[in-house]
């Protein structure tokens, strides 16, 4: 199963988000990013935190999503998120607009990848370029 994790990095791609979710199965949204999605990008799974999320507005947008309130503080959106995805099967995650922002969010979320390459395939998206890290099979 295919999914499209999207952040909320403040260089988002609504374009690359419309594309990507085309081809996706399931897209989870992290939290800060679900009322940034194009209009007819539609999250089957919004999770994280909810510290950058106006909670009641986005369940009133998306009445058909599910909603993941993660608040394990060790982990950050992007790996609750991964985690989500592995235990619903996804062999292959593309991820979108997890880069950019502050230095340390970038890391971190490169961490993630390294972390996980090998329960998953995982491709990163940011700006034009596409990071791939394959499962060993």
């Known amino acids: 199963m295919r ?4 952040g909320d990095s403040p260089d988002f791609e609504a ?3 419309s594309e990507l979710a085309g081809i996706g199965d399931c ?13 007819s990008t539609v999250p089957d799974i919004i999770c994280g935190d909810f ?6 507005a986005a369940q009133q947008q998306f009445p ?22 592995l235990s619903r099967g996804g062999g292959e995650i593309l991820l979108c607009c997890i880069f950019g922002g502050m230095p340390d ?5 490169m961490s993630v990848m390294v972390r996980y390459h090998r329960a ?6 940011h700006r034009g370029m596409e990071c791939q890290i394959a499962s060993p099979d």
């Open 3 to 6: 999914f499209l994790v999207v």
């Open 15 to 17: 374009d690359k988000v």
């Open 27 to 39: 897209l989870i949204a992290l939290d800060g990013a679900a009322l940034k999605l194009p209009p």
């Open 51 to 56: 510290d950058s999320l106006d909670l009641a």
């Open 64 to 85: 058909q999503a599910e909603f993941l309130r993660l608040e394990d503080q060790y982990e950050n959106d992007l790996e609750k998120a991964l985690k989500v995805a």
């Open 105 to 109: 969010q970038h890391a971190a979320n």
């Open 120 to 125: 998953a395939s995982l491709r990163a998206f």
